[in-house]
């Protein structure tokens, strides 16, 4: 087949073999390569490296799918796909939320579909994914069920690549909002509203084993959003939560959820800054048995470490003097700047500027159906520690 050729600089191949980014700056030329199409990649000798999707405008200009002389073609997406699904806990025997395919981890760089009960959701995160969703579409329902698929594209990376981002019913509708279940608790999920495709389902181990640690506790669930973790918490048996956010339409959702788990009288939701929120606390004097700390990626690029860890380290910092003795405290960072060691770090030097000392009762990551890939270090990115306060620091 003859596909535009992508030729690599001398000396890039050996990465390309590895990882699927291939920035501007590893390229020696592209003849032919229209925005979005596909490419073969070869090395300065001209040999096959792999097959990719090309796009000119940002600096991550060819994602790699293939490291196979195989075409991209619908069989091509359908047998990527069916790989995907084969992973436990996915398939059509996933009944209620959960990742289903996951962009470079599964082979498809640029796409995410997820499942929300009946409804199949999709991202696509490159122009040449979002060129090529009428072939991927049908691969995911052969794969999962001839469902509903609601396009849920986010702006950010749609200006980036240079496309429309499509939100909205891919051909027919489905229901506007489902509700789904999260081990013992319910979630409601309005489609084309809220982050990501709906909810945070990296964090869905983390949310059932918060859960189970809760009973009898006060809780404080900063960066809320929708409330997950003061749900899980609450139907758990904690006695009291408070929820920190800041985003009025994730404040509406997570009421919704509070009343939908029959836990609202125990809840309260602060509208505000949590950094602020945070620091009033401790002014009060207010203690807490579980904290967790979920904030948004506070560094986005590389450029911005070391601010996102001042950002982490205060929030740490905080939550540490708002435990009581024993408390437990489920703190994550999402910046896959921040490595698992980094974060550790920052945590411990929160610890020692609030005085506690604390043990490390857990290490926490994101949920296994959004695999890692050893080779492709970026699809690490959730790292959290679930620490307990073994003493507590001033007034405490
Ligand atoms: N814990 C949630 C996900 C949290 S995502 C879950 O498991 O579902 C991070 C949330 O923090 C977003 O909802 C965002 O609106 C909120 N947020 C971002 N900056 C904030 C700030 N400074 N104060 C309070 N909330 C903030």
Redesign the pocket.
């Known amino acids: 087949m003859r596909t535009p050729i992508l030729r690599l600089k001398r000396g890039r191949e050996a990465r390309a073999r590895a990882h699927p980014w291939i920035f501007k700056g590893d390229v020696a030329d592209v003849s032919g390569g229209a925005p979005g199409a596909a490419v073969t990649v070869v090395d300065a000798g001209n040999r096959f490296v792999g097959r990719g999707l090309y796009n000119p405008r940002p600096a991550l200009c060819c994602r790699l799918l293939t490291w196979r002389d195989e075409p991209l073609d619908p069989a091509f997406f359908r047998r990527q796909i069916a790989t995907a699904l084969a992973l436990p806990g996915r398939g059509p025997a996933l009944s209620g939320a959960g990742r289903l395919v996951w962009s470079e981890a599964d082979g498809l760089a640029g796409f995410v579909a997820d499942r929300y009960g009946p409804i199949l959701v999709i991202q696509c995160l490159t122009l040449g994914m979002a060129a090529c969703r009428h072939e991927l579409v049908p691969a995911l329902r052969a794969g999962a069920g001839d469902l509903p698929v609601f396009s849920a594209d986010e702006a950010a990376p749609a200006r980036l690549e240079g496309f429309e981002p499509a939100r909205g019913w891919f051909d027919r509708s489905g229901p506007a909002r489902v509700i789904v279940e999260e081990a013992t608790v319910r979630l409601g999920v309005t489609f084309g509203e809220?982050?990501k495709t709906g909810?945070?389902l990296?964090?869905r181990d983390?949310?059932i084993r918060l859960g189970a640690l809760a009973h009898g506790r006060d809780v404080l669930?900063?960066?809320?959003?929708?409330?997950?973790?003061a749900c899980h918490a609450l139907v758990g048996g904690a006695r009291r939560a408070l929820c920190?956010?800041?985003?009025p339409e994730?404040i509406a959702a997570a009421r919704d959820n509070l009343t939908l788990n029959g836990v609202a009288e125990r809840a309260e939701i602060v509208a505000?800054?949590?950094?602020?929120?945070l620091r009033r606390l401790e002014r009060v004097g207010a203690r807490f048995g579980v904290i967790?700390l979920?904030?948004?990626p506070f560094a986005r690029g590389r450029q911005a470490l070391e601010a996102a860890a001042r950002g982490y380290k205060e929030i740490n910092l905080r939550a540490m003097r708002l435990l009581e003795p024993g408390g437990l405290l489920a703190t994550?960072s999402?910046s896959h700047h921040i490595s698992a060691a980094l974060f550790e770090e920052i945590c411990r030097d929160a610890a020692l500027d609030a005085g506690v000392r604390a043990r490390v009762v857990e290490t926490l990551t994101q949920s296994p159906d959004h695999p890692v890939l050893l080779t492709v270090p970026e699809t690490r990115y959730l790292n959290g520690l679930l620490l307990e306060v073994v003493q507590p620091g001033p007034g405490g």
């Open positions: 809220g982050h909810l945070y990296d964090q983390n949310h669930d900063a960066f809320c959003y929708t409330a997950a973790f920190i956010e800041s985003s994730a505000a800054n949590a950094f602020d929120e967790v979920d904030p948004p994550f999402c």
